[in-house]
């Protein structure tokens, strides 16, 4: 694998084997088709990390007291996903044997399907925690399987559809609310999905255009009507203690390189409360 | 009348004669006095339209399964409101002669007096519900009585006061907040709306100031302090059986041609909720 | 002390001998650590306040119908905060010796330290109320003392820290949390407030970053998770009657020397209802 | 006639009475019709003035050491022609009897017509250089003969045809090519200009589009080719020592109210440049 | 074939049977390394196209004067080159067939290899023009022999590398100037084109980002020290007259949908000269 | 001295240990009195210098056949010059020390007379070569002696005014111009530096402001009418061979965190020339 250096999160190691928790860029917005732009993601997040404190007065934790890393950027290419999903789960694969928890920062949704692939491998009986403004349940789009709106029912192939529950959602065509209705991955509280866990490890795959746009209208398919970022936070400090094994945190999507605005803020809070998740679930 | 070619909203036919529910854009915005830019405003909605699903999940109804037609721009000059009022209210009659239910696409309020006089001019007994930001409802703005600040006055004028009902305002002048209360035009509930309606047609006018302009900053007049846009979502929804006859989406104005941002796809997904209000009052 | 000339406040008087309230802009940014550009907040709310009307419908009071004067701007250094504390202190005593109430318009939040100074000088007993996303309690920050980041210590420093209040906080070190929660400065409703002060006169700091950025993402920290504009609102509108002698609005932060984008019209809008609250508590 | 207060170009005095040259803004736009918002131009040409010098190298001359009044902007209505060129005349004449020039900062083009107008009572044998890409010498545009695109038509009709100059222009109609060429309008020099003006007081006419769109992106017609800045300053200090009695510099039109971008220091140094020359010529 | 309604371009005939010329776009950026968004290009240029005349003075033409179709954009899926290219050469042939000159509206520069692709079938003696900042002479690019850029290198292998001129170009590898130069591609002045075309039909291949960045800011990899506007419309210009036979301009790429700026006006300018160039090379 | 980790310029190696030219980022820009922000340059010049190739045509080098570290940016605080200055001399001097070529990123202008200092201590005849729009020649701004504006004045009290050249001036107060020419620090050409050095080592200062704004709208302190890109290429070209011993780039301003446009193309690209410069100097 290649990595390329960039600016670390926040007060993140850049020496990735002192992590317990570590963060690695994915760059990739290969099959984006409204709006592209998430391989900027990555970076922009980093930057504006810098404006938020260590410290989640909520969580009564603080990043400076846990061991985090940041392998900085998976090389990827432009397109070509069979080698991009390769590359995602070979750089996994030795961080998940060691019991470390990777945080992969998107990029576009696909990307969560080698990345659950990666978990898999190492915990066959994980769950899936989809988080997301869409149900991202088509069977094919523009012909193609493999597209961040089909991700979450390649997802299902590899899991079975009972392991699978979704949160946030508010659009989709009439047969993927049918189907996801029909097999039940529609979940409406924290406490829902602790029962349906039962104590498996877990998968936490958030797009960030669960957010209403007005929170993240840098995204690649902004859908009004979303989450306020209260109403996120409040779900994911309920998730609290549950054993969260990967996570990714992917769509936040700047207009150019280096041409992030404000909303990376939005992106790098979520990231902050996400890592602090995956270390309280750890002990 | 001269139409402008333009892209179509999601899936609507280009060919209007086949649509129940017409589309039109007037790109004007000649007395908007702070901020212009409205006259952009339906090409861009048309654009951003494309990020979203056809199918609306609450109202359980799918732009591809009615009649959508979309007509283009109308030409229109940049100044002179007569001229302009005169070629609104001419492409509009033959629409409504045959039964067709036209969603106007602003361009800047004042459009909103011409299509309700060409709706009144086929249902005499028409009521006009107008959700906005501000009052509008001045006599005169800079010595001018027809203005985007006093169109409803005007359609006062037309109508009697009786017949409008207002939602969602929270600005005016001391004189238009005496004058609303006096004559009694604010409502609360869109249960007020339909028992003060009784079964009469509707025209609906919506000036997408109504929101908040975290929501869409966008606007030629924000004003702090405005609606989420599930507030307004629920709002419409509850106006489901209504017997809309005409209603215009206004006054969101992009910063130039060809640079609207991502408040396009708020504006979008308002309009296509408003289509299938007006499908579902037809039958 | 030079004034610059700038646009005046909506409908305020040039003269400021004429002002009950008076505003004066400080275009000083000089600590601000992560992104600068207050020193373009005070003319940015002088050119937005134009589209809102004069008259609160909430307070029911009208700018129009009150003595507002509006000063124009302070000339600062870009740097050395010496220099810029003696220049507001000394422009600020001989209004408070009148009897004036001054609403300064920042500028980054080190200058409410300043302002409180003048302020107390003229009212031995006065208390601050603090309005903000972060505690700004540091002692030091990058090994100084007086920064955006210290300006409430320092404010202890002065008045004693039982007479600083703190509403709206959502960011801080452990530290800081740990000292706001031993000393009980964080107050939680406008009746507690109304209760501690017991009738003495009140200086209120307003820090725009209370706000969610969503609804003002020109700022120079934004801290995701924040008040909604009517929530701030509900607020300030309780707090009606209390006598405020001094006030300030702080880090609305646009991007360039004229170019600050339509939370230019928030800013302003919280500007409007403080001035007529400082009119309301003279009565 | 009503001024609105405004901050103030670079060093000018804000008491008009003190100045031999003399600055207005006329925040006009109403028949722009591609992208408004010259309207904006006024305000943000003298807030980017501050990053310029006083001093002039190539002139050798220094705001500074001449007398420059700032009256700051006429309040007009936002549609209208014929009021708003009434307030433009009426507001001019007393400074040209006065023995004053007026520099006008735009709005839109149109505010030229009124203008050469008020110098044309007071100067009769008034000649005009209009510099632009665009000749303006249409008829009618839309069915309107008062109109950005038509003012160097009327302004022959005022003036005759043989006392108008173009220089830089190159967009058209063919049927205005074929009319600026058979008139002779166009001239290629300054010399050129000097012979056939012969001594009499001459007028400036210049729209910032003549410049190269790179240059000064934010204007209402962009036109690609243009002149780069150091060909119009050429060209300008060429005409030094010509009687100019009167000079607008129009068409700097930023994206929204406090929203011009870096070209805003373009335009200020365009107008430094014809203020010096104004100051060159009464001497 | 599907196509998707669009805007026209200025005056062209919306029904594409009507012209000789006709206009296609193809909105594919899928192999764009740096900065994506050429698939917003052609709705943005025809937006844009607005601001122009339809009169050349340089050429002596008007677009009015001559048969201009527009198709408006050819449906295309966000990855795979194979299904694109099929579906640009089946669209163009029928055109060719008939003696149309098709005009290319980018999307991003692999569309050319297509779009030749197409002529050659019809032209067994086709050359290429390419005029670029870039060699595009990669045989492989990111393990891919199909990008953006390799096109040239690929365009060279379906023609010969004798068929290829080269203008404009300023960045490369050590190894593809190497190439250009024992190949012997790159030439310096219109005659020499002239001279080795000697009357074989020509395809003009226009990557806009020949320009300078600051001429066109909105492109996806944008090389400082570029073309000024009017070296690129005298070179075009001194192009009349030759065979023509299809041409495109790629690489206009806004930062969103529906968010293109001023550059729109160069980009829609050249196309304006392009089409001009192709009807004059037709008589 | 702490390093803060960042992206690497381009091919650069993150071991810094390896280069002989050493690229170093000060993000500081405490003194910037017009529009702040250059504090976020380096950060945006390493994004956008992906966008370019390695290899420079003119030069025939290539940055990947020379050894080039980047060290990341130097922690520094706000504000406070002493402090900074103090870091920017300590992180310089060992790599002086060890033969090794410093090329600072700015960051203001300021920081120049600190790395000069740094390298005087190490080469004593060390000359100056000052590429800037300004003088920078003031004695004192706003009562301080240590500012972007007065920084070459502090320079000559160094080294001696006959040992600073400046080129691409164009803009200063009266007394600058009076002072510059009296002293003769302006030279016209590449060969005039070449006579007036006589073999003695240089450090080359570029304040990026020498680009017209067209071509770099992100700086401080725009001034129009500035140097095309190929200008200051060609002017860099031909001091080809030069004994540069320390080099700075300052002034890239972007708008905010991680929003830096595509003029940090512009910007990175100078920076790829300056440091083949002095590699080329080197040997």
């Known amino acids: 694998m290649t990595w390329k250096r960039t600016a670390t999160f926040l007060c993140a190691d850049s020496s990735p084997e002192n ?21 900027f993601g990555p970076h922009s997040i980093r930057i504006w990390s810098d404006v938020l404190e260590s410290f989640s007065p909520e969580l009564d934790m603080d990043l400076e007291e846990i ?5 900085g950027d998976l090389e990827v290419p432009v397109a070509g996903w069979d080698e991009v999903a390769l ?3 070979e750089s996994m694969a030795p ?28 915990y ?3 769950c899936v925690l989809h988080v997301d403004a869409h149900l991202d349940l088509r069977d094919e789009y523009e012909s193609d399987r493999h597209t961040h709106a089909t991700v979450m029912r390649r997802v299902m192939d590899l899991l ?16 993927e609310w049918k189907m996801a209705r029909s097999v039940g ?21 958030l797009d960030l ?5 007005s929170i993240l209208p840098e995204t690649g398919a902004p859908e009004p009507g979303g989450l306020f970022f209260r109403e996120l936070l409040n779900f994911l400090h309920a998730l609290r203690g549950l054993p969260i094994v990967g996570a990714d945190v992917v769509e936040y999507s700047p207009a150019g390189p280096g041409m992030g605005g404000p909303s990376g803020a939005v992106a790098a809070k979520v990231v902050r409360e996400v890592i602090l998740l995956c270390e309280a679930g750890r002990t």
Not at 67 to 71: E, I, T
Not at 209 to 213: E, R
């Open 87 to 89: 590359r995602i789960r």
């Open 209 to 213: 255009d669960v957010l209403d746009p």
């Open 124 to 126: 066959p009986n994980l």
């Open 67 to 71: 061991r985090l890393g940041d392998l």
């Open 19 to 39: 992590g317990d928790v570590v963060l690695m860029g994915v760059p990739f917005d290969g099959t984006s088709c409204f709006r592209p732009g998430s391989r």
């Open 95 to 122: 961080l998940l044997a060691e019991g470390k928890i990777p945080v992969v920062l998107g990029g576009e949704h696909l990307i969560s399907l080698a990345a659950v692939g990666a978990c898999l491998d190492r």
């Open 185 to 205: 991955t529609i979940i409406d509280t924290p406490s829902e999905i602790r029962d349906r866990l039962g104590g498996r490890p877990l998968y936490l795959s």
């Open 160 to 175: 079975g559809s009972d392991r699978v529950f979704q949160w946030g959602v508010r659009s989709g065509t009439r047969e």
